[in-house]
């Protein structure tokens, strides 16, 4: 059974950092494309990053997180990162790992499996 499990989820004050976890089982993950995607309350889930099966490629889809996130992978542990510095207020949301099923992935669509969900909270 396929599963994505995030963490490092907190809170944090504004201008810090912290450094997302998703641990992946019961796939082939180090084949796919994985992703962060983020939901605020009332709001459609957001596309944040996505990277491709060998880290070659990487995409950004929201500009605000351009030079502050970091996406990441290690297939050998089956995990994936998202680094973030500079955090903002506008950046508390849940967030979400996903695999896709494609070995590159800028399309919300191709991402088949998620995760629960890990809460991020920026104080000013």
């Known amino acids: 059974q396929v599963q994505l499990v995030e963490s490092g989820g907190g809170v944090v004050q504004a201008g810090g950092s912290l450094r997302l976890s998703c641990a992946a089982s019961?796939?082939?993950?180090?084949?796919?494309?994985m992703g962060w995607f983020r939901q605020v309350p009332g709001k459609e889930r957001e596309f944040v990053a996505s990277?491709?099966?060998?880290?070659?490629?990487?995409?950004y889809a929201l500009e605000s997180v351009k030079g502050r996130f970091t996406i990441s992978r290690d297939n050998a542990k089956n995990t994936l990162y998202l680094q973030m510095n500079s955090l903002k207020v506008e950046d508390t949301a849940v967030y979400y790992c996903?695999?896709?099923?494609?070995?590159?992935?800028?399309?919300?669509?191709?991402?088949?499996?998620w995760g629960q969900g890990t809460q991020v909270t920026v104080s000013s």
């Open positions: 019961g796939g082939p993950f180090s084949r796919y494309a």
């Open positions: 996903a695999s896709s099923n494609r070995d590159y992935s800028t399309d919300y669509e191709d991402f088949v499996y």
């Open positions: 990277i491709n099966w060998s880290s070659y490629a990487i995409y």
